[in-house]
């Protein structure tokens, strides 16, 4: 069965760097686009990234455009988000999540990772 | 993008139904038939249950079921169970490229 499990979540300071990782098995990788998604404390989902299957295509809402990197490593079945210059705003729960092609829907995620921004 | 519009919470009763609406806009719900639904059970992986407005993948329960009219979308569970009891979220994709959720609806089944 598909399985997505993050990490790399901790507390990190402001304007310094962090990367989560999302490892990812029971399905062929490389031929999914994938997304991270967080949850900031007490409210909603709220989208942040998705990379397409072959890694060429990537996308960024634009509380983090210019601050994180969505990107891949096919050999080693893992998903990537570098964390840049993070703020207070970025403290959530993120979650990994398999992309459900030509669906725009995502159809597993993992358990998530709580990243804190604080000094 | 903002977030698309859902209702902070709604209840029932187990054996009734409740409908929960997701309110979008032209650049996401009104223009796409992409919308999806998830369910979320705090401290769990979210789950899809709806895809591309109408869809049930399958393993979900036929006791839920969407459908959208306009920038409008919306979830019907009928036959409210306690396990029901989670946190409903819905989804668009966008005109930008990008995806929107909405806030999120409380359900309680009292």
């Known amino acids: 069965q598909v399985q997505l499990v993050e990490s790399g979540g901790g507390v990190v300071q402001p304007g310094t760097s962090l990367r989560l990782s999302c490892a990812a098995s029971g399905f062929t990788f490389r031929e999914n686009g994938m997304h991270w998604v967080r949850q900031a404390p007490g409210k909603g989902l709220e989208w942040v990234a998705l990379i397409s299957g072959d890694g060429n295509n990537k996308y960024y809402a634009g509380s983090v455009k210019g601050r994180f990197t969505i990107s891949r490593d096919d050999s080693k079945n893992t998903l990537y988000l570098q964390m840049n210059s993070p703020i207070a705003d970025d403290t959530a729960v993120y979650y990994c999540a398999k992309d459900r092609s030509l669906t725009w829907s995502l159809d597993a995620w993992g358990q998530g990772t709580l990243v804190t921004v604080s000094s | 993008q903002s977030a698309l519009t859902q209702p902070a919470s709604v209840s029932g009763s187990p054996g009734q139904s409740i409908t929960i609406f997701c309110t979008g806009t032209s650049s996401d719900v009104g223009t796409y038939d992409y919308v999806s639904w998830y369910q979320h059970h705090p401290g769990k992986a979210p789950k899809l249950i709806i895809y591309?407005?109408?869809n049930r993948p399958s393993g979900v329960s036929n006791r839920f079921s969407a459908s959208k009219s306009g920038n409008t979308a919306s979830l019907t569970i009928s036959g409210l169970q306690s396990e029901d009891e989670a946190d409903y979220y819905c989804?668009?994709?966008?005109?930008?490229?990008?995806?929107?959720f909405g806030g999120g609806t409380k359900l309680t089944v009292l």
């Open positions: 591309e407005v109408i």
């Open positions: 989804s668009s994709f966008t005109t930008i490229n990008t995806w929107v």
